[in-house]
């Protein structure tokens, strides 16, 4: 997730320079086109140009609306994943009977393992590998064999919490209480996968950036009875902002990518393992993820 106080300029200037460079070979030999076949380039009022930027304008907005709903519904699944990590946890505590403590500390650790897992396997990293830590070696070793692991341990901890039932260790209504929280778990897992399987519509890309470009070219154009050291700034510096909000849309509708626009699932999954390590009253807690620069992974 980016940092607003420190973004990066060299960041911008990374993604962007590209689309930055190919403007400004437009601007440059459009005028050299123009200084050279004056008769054979078509007469474009600036009017037309305007309002194809003014209908861009509409389209970049209603992208970078939907983009943001779909990184801040990613936020928001998290979230939850906060709040119902931390309450099976101190469900467990409050509801089962201390002779239990060691089934609840793998719970409560199987838990932090299931959080870690699931944000590598949205990333498409491997989910075992933060895991480790975490699971004992029978547990790592039924995760491993099913596709999906974070479901396999969070069936893991369902099988648990429902053997504690049958020992007498949870009486029903709590165990319906630990059930609806494990449920909510899944729902959290299953809306993630969703918005990470669910692909933006590629032709709007397409026809879009498809729109910007020939805006540039109408608008290097209607332009040409500026000298270059004016053409080429203005149409460089206005098609480049279309270009880079764009390019911002794009970065920001996809939040499980393994980029600086990502949710924070590391840091997230951090103070999800301190929280229930401390509850737990673990000797041994980790301090919280210290921010990559400009940005928190």
Same mark, same amino acid.
């Given at each position: ?10 960041y911008?200037?990374? $993604? ?10 437009i601007? /440059? ?23 194809? @930027?003014?209908?861009i ?5 209603? $992208? ?14 998290? @979230?939850m #994943? ?6 099976l946890?101190?469900q ?9 403590? !060691?089934?609840?500390?793998?719970i ?8 870690f897992?699931l ?10 590998q933060?895991? $480790? !830590? ?5 547990d790592l ?12 341990v ?5 099988? !648990?919490v429902?053997?504690?039932?049958r020992?007498d260790?949870?009486? #029903? ?18 809306a993630?996968?969703? #918005?990470k ?9 397409l ?8 805006? /540039? ?14 053409q080429?700034?203005?149409?460089v ?15 920001? !509708? ?5 980029r600086?626009t ?7 999954s ?5 929280? #229930? ?9 980790? $301090?919280?993820?210290?921010?990559? @620069?400009?940005?928190?992974?």
């Amino acid at each position: 997730m980016l940092l607003s106080a420190k973004l990066s300029f060299s960041y911008i200037i990374k $993604k962007t320079w590209i689309e930055v460079l190919v403007v400004t070979a437009i601007a /440059i030999g459009l005028y050299y086109y123009a200084s050279n076949h004056r008769a054979d380039m078509p007469d474009i009022p600036i009017s037309i140009p305007a309002f194809m @930027g003014t209908a861009i304008s509409v389209l970049l907005s209603f $992208k970078l609306s939907q983009s943001y709903d779909r990184w801040w519904e990613a936020r928001k699944v998290w @979230g939850m #994943i906060v709040n119902d990590s931390r309450t099976l946890v101190m469900q467990l505590l409050a509801f089962v009977d201390k002779d239990y403590n !060691q089934e609840i500390k793998q719970i409560g650790l199987r838990q932090v393992a299931w959080c870690f897992g699931l944000s590598n396997s949205l990333r498409k990293l491997d989910p075992l590998q933060p895991m $480790k !830590q975490h699971l004992n070696a029978e547990d790592l070793e039924a995760a491993s064999k099913h596709m999906n692991v974070p479901l396999a341990v969070l069936q893991q901890t369902n099988l !648990q919490v429902a053997d504690l039932y049958r020992k007498d260790a949870l009486h #029903i209504y709590h165990h319906k209480q630990i059930e609806g929280t494990l449920t909510r778990l899944c729902v959290s897992m299953g809306a993630a996968e969703r #918005i990470k399987g669910t692909v933006f519509p590629v032709t709007y890309r397409l026809f879009l950036r498809l729109s910007i470009f020939v805006f /540039i070219f109408t608008f290097a154009i209607a332009l040409d009875d500026l000298r270059i050291y004016s053409q080429v700034p203005i149409a460089v510096t206005i098609s480049s902002i279309f270009l880079l909000l764009e390019k911002a849309a794009v970065q920001m !509708q996809d939040p499980f990518e393994n980029r600086p626009t990502d949710t924070a699932m590391n840091t997230i999954s951090r103070n999800i393992e301190i929280n #229930i390590k401390q509850l737990l009253d673990e000797t041994e807690v980790p $301090k919280p993820l210290p921010n990559e @620069g400009f940005y928190s992974m």
